[in-house]
């Protein structure tokens, strides 16, 4: 019986993924939740959420709510972002969108946890997914490493 409990829940999960990327972006009735109701949503969802572009959409999702009211919003975005794990995010991704959002840019907060994701793919850290293409080179010219 438990085994089809897990089946039934893994299932509900993609269910529920395939519905929310698709169709809120931009729903104003998305837009118009509070911020105590897309928290417990998105804390909802984090289980398990490997999938890259999942979590890009996540990240477009509450980009696109604060910016709905940025004045009042502002404030609880790196609350949201860091229910984010943007570490699964695609290199690409994190390189050209997220760390020139403004929201990301204005936020101490938000930059140190944008920065322990490069860090954890570049080190490649066994919690992160990404398989990376690159190989990457730090230090400089005068470099003593």
Known sequence: MALFCFKLLQKGRITERNFFELNIVNDQ??????YEELKNGLEAMKDGDDDLNFNEQ??????????????????VFPTLFKNIQIHKCSLKYLARIVAS????????????YLNEAFSKIVTNDPSTTVKSQYLYCLGGENSTY
């Open 58 to 75: 996540i990240f477009e999702l509450i980009i696109n709510w604060t910016n709905k009211d940025i004045i009042n919003r502002e404030s």
């Open 101 to 112: 959002n403004s929201l990301i840019n204005n936020s101490l907060e938000c930059s140190r």
């Open 29 to 34: 009735d998305f837009l118009d939740m509070s």
